[in-house]
């Protein structure tokens, strides 16, 4: 894992991020309801560190990394970025022209489906080759070059770039989408379940390589996943997300050691154990996550909690620093 030593280091900063998506009707497409995919969420991110965002399918966690890469619109709250000549923190609506291109640049994606992600009617050098001559990273041999060395570093052959995408392995296919967004420098990497769609043998390889990118090239990650196992193996920090907000921030360890949220002991609890003999009282919840086109009053949770006591019905907690350590955020009553 990355040591994250200046805790002011942030490099990107979500306020209040919210993404909802009109549901229409009718002849005139009248505007009947919103989906709220995202719903409020406030973060930091720090450089050079791996930030999980866990949660349910359906939670939000897709839709706020689009809106991170702006493949999404903002519908509310407001999303910084460290500028790279004078380190200001400057909101992705806010800049310039020259500037929002070359923050295209500096966020890059990884995709759940790397097959799906790749053109297939492309090979391999015209994908990687066409969004490095649009950004200007070279000249045409230098970016040869770059694609040959960008396919080495992730463990493939360089001549492989006169494939086309059919021609790999789910794993190799993965391995061509990191190095694709690694090709254009970037500094931070939006992970979309990178490994949920591969055999557990390739998961792992992909997770130790993304490790070793992340020291070699100074990457930042966001690493989105429903697999708690996997999120813990990558993060430095975890976030979790609950019906489009974030209901618990903490460093990796201590996550694991003293969470706080009944959502996150929930899902703890479904974790194996791997300790041979190791038993956890496993939390089952009560339902199915309710919809983001109408979300309860009050706790989003409340309907499924466990710990639910009245106030919870009414009043939304806000999240914030638990008792004993101000780096660890919580949204509940009970802390
Ligand atoms: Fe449960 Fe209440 Fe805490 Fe929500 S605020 S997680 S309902 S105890």
């Known amino acids: 894992m990355a040591v994250i030593t200046n805790k002011n280091?942030?490099?990107?900063?979500?306020?209040?991020?919210?993404?909802?998506f009109p549901i229409t009707s009718g002849f005139f497409r009248k505007v009947t309801g919103y989906v709220r995919a995202v719903d409020g969420v406030t973060l930091d991110v720090k450089k050079g560190e791996t930030l999980g965002i866990v949660g349910e399918s359906?939670?939000?966690?897709?839709?706020?990394?689009?809106?991170?890469?702006?493949?999404c619109s903002l519908t509310g709250g407001e999303i910084r970025l460290k500028a790279v000549d004078s380190g200001e923190m400057k909101g992705l609506q806010d800049l310039d022209k020259r500037e929002s291109f070359e923050a295209r640049r500096r966020i890059q994606m990884v995709f759940q489906n790397p097959y799906a992600s790749l053109n297939p009617m492309k090979n391999i050098l015209s994908a990687f080759d066409e969004p490095m001559k649009?950004?200007?990273?070279?000249?045409k041999q230098e970016r040869k070059n770059k694609i040959a060395e960008m396919l080495e570093t992730v463990n493939l052959q360089p001549d492989y770039m006169y494939r086309f995408p059919h021609e790999f392995s789910g794993g190799q296919q993965q391995r061509i989408s990191i190095a694709k967004a690694?090709?254009?420098?970037?500094?931070?990497?939006?992970?979309?379940?990178?490994?949920?769609?591969?055999?557990?043998?390739?998961?792992?390889?992909?997770?130790?390589?993304?490790?070793?990118?992340?020291?070699?090239?100074n990457l930042t990650y966001i690493f989105i996943a429903h697999d708690l196992s996997v999120v813990q193996y990558m993060s430095d920090r975890i976030a979790v997300m609950y019906l489009g907000k974030i209901v618990e921030v903490a460093e990796a360890v201590e996550f694991h050691n003293n969470c706080l949220h009944?959502?996150?002991?929930?899902?703890?609890?479904?974790?194996?154990?791997?300790?041979?003999?190791?038993?956890?009282?496993?939390?089952?919840?009560?339902?199915?996550?309710?919809s983001p086109v109408n979300p309860p009053k009050g706790c989003k949770f409340h309907p499924r909690c466990y710990k639910c006591i009245d106030i919870c019905k009414e009043k939304e907690p806000a999240l914030k620093p638990s008792d004993t350590n101000p780096d660890h955020l919580v949204a509940c009553h009970l802390r």
């Open 58 to 71: 359906g939670c939000g966690k897709t839709t706020l990394g689009k809106t991170i890469l702006r493949l």
């Open 182 to 217: 690694l090709a254009m420098n970037p500094e931070v990497i939006v992970c979309d379940e990178p490994v949920s769609a591969l055999d557990v043998s390739i998961q792992s390889q992909i997770m130790n390589l993304m490790r070793k990118l992340q020291k070699g090239y």
């Open 134 to 139: 649009i950004h200007s990273l070279g000249n």
């Open 262 to 290: 009944p959502y996150t002991m929930a899902l703890l609890s479904a974790v194996p154990m791997p300790v041979v003999g190791a038993k956890s009282e496993r939390i089952i919840l009560k339902g199915d996550v309710p």
């Open 9 to 20: 280091n942030t490099l990107l900063e979500l306020k209040n991020v919210k993404k909802h």
